[in-house]
């Protein structure tokens, strides 16, 4: 995708992306309310007040709109758009209906690995042979995986949809000098993204519901392969990129599992769930990620450069750190609880 688009397109687009994510999700929040979609505090929840659900069809809707100039402005890759499109509104579609009335889990990962499969039929090839098993597993797994962690994650005010935003712009820079059509795509989300925040952050008036955050999960993992597949981003630089919530969520389930509990369960046992337990707030826990993601996006911009011979040696010590902080932080969070109950 190496040709580039004149600045007043990219301008006019990304604005129209805004607006249109601004107004759809004005009206979904109308929705929300005249239906009473909404989720109600409770034990394994982070919020004090009942708060509609479902916002994030806004940014579904903007994302659409984006990908339908794309038809048009860039033709060459049409069988990417389609692919992405496709997947998107899978994701986006089940997660519509679990909003509504919750499904089982079975079903929701049968459409997030359709949605990976019609995302891998859209690659024009995959290093080495073009549609090779390999690559369409990883892209599978890889969306999977994103899909649900986001949906993990969307637990406080503007967490999600902020750290979509944030590496949806690292990887616009990551692309280097100019602007082609997948970065225009990582453009568009971080429009849709942050036109969705001032409606979540720094207090809800709206939440993503599954729609909105399996829907961001997807669009993160589908530009992050493209992204790797297109030679702009080395592989081992996805991990670093999402670390925030990799290690959070990928931590927090592994010791679910080892304890033997149903990981599939809603729960606040994730550490930015104990840190506004403890009293954090909201709009600093989601900050405090936000500016781990920003750290994370300079390692993947500056590490080729700095570390040409040796690019995953900061990788892997970024993500080392990452680990270390996740369980010093949870040890004195869990400190802190004991001492609050003595």
Request: aromatic share 10%; hydrophobic share 55%.
């Amino acid at each position: 995708m190496s040709q580039t688009f004149p600045p007043a397109v990219l301008l006019g687009s990304t604005l129209l992306v805004a607006a249109v994510s601004s107004l759809a999700t004005a009206l979904a929040l109308g929705y929300a309310r005249r239906m009473a979609l909404l989720d109600q505090p409770g034990a394994r929840r982070s919020h004090a007040v009942p708060t509609p659900r479902g916002g994030g069809v806004g940014i579904v809707v903007a994302l659409m709109c984006g990908l339908a100039g794309l038809w048009f402005m860039a033709p060459e890759e049409r069988g990417l758009w389609l692919g992405f499109g496709a997947g998107l509104l899978a994701v986006a579609g089940i997660g519509w209906l679990d909003d509504h009335r919750p499904l089982p889990i079975l079903p929701r990962l049968a459409v997030h690995a359709l949605a990976g499969l019609s995302l891998a039929t859209g690659f024009s090839g995959w290093p080495g042979t073009p549609g090779d098993w390999a690559g369409m597993l990883a892209t599978v797994i890889g969306v999977m995986t994103l899909v649900n962690i986001w949906n993990f994650m969307d637990g406080i005010d503007g967490l999600a949809a902020s750290q979509a935003a944030l590496v949806a712009v690292a990887l616009v820079a990551i692309g280097g000098a100019g602007i082609d059509a997948r970065a225009i795509l990582a453009l568009y989300l971080f429009a849709a993204a942050a036109a969705f925040l001032p409606f979540n952050f720094p207090r809800a008036r709206i939440f993503l519901g599954d729609v909105g955050s399996g829907a961001l999960g997807f669009a993160v993992a589908a530009l992050m392969l493209v992204s790797i597949t297109r030679g702009a981003m080395d592989w081992f630089y996805a991990p670093v990129l999402v670390s925030a919530f990799l290690i959070d969520a990928g931590l927090t389930l592994a010791k679910r599992i080892l304890q033997g509990k149903r990981w599939w369960r809603p729960h606040r046992e994730h550490l930015y769930q104990w840190a506004v337990r403890r009293g954090f707030g909201h709009p600093p826990v989601t900050i405090a990620y936000a500016c781990w993601t920003a750290a994370a996006a300079t390692v993947c911009l500056a590490g080729p450069s700095l570390f040409p011979d040796g690019a995953v040696a900061p990788a892997c010590a970024f993500l080392a750190v990452g680990v270390a902080a996740w369980c010093g932080g949870r040890c004195r969070l869990l400190r802190m609880a004991r001492e609050s109950r003595a």
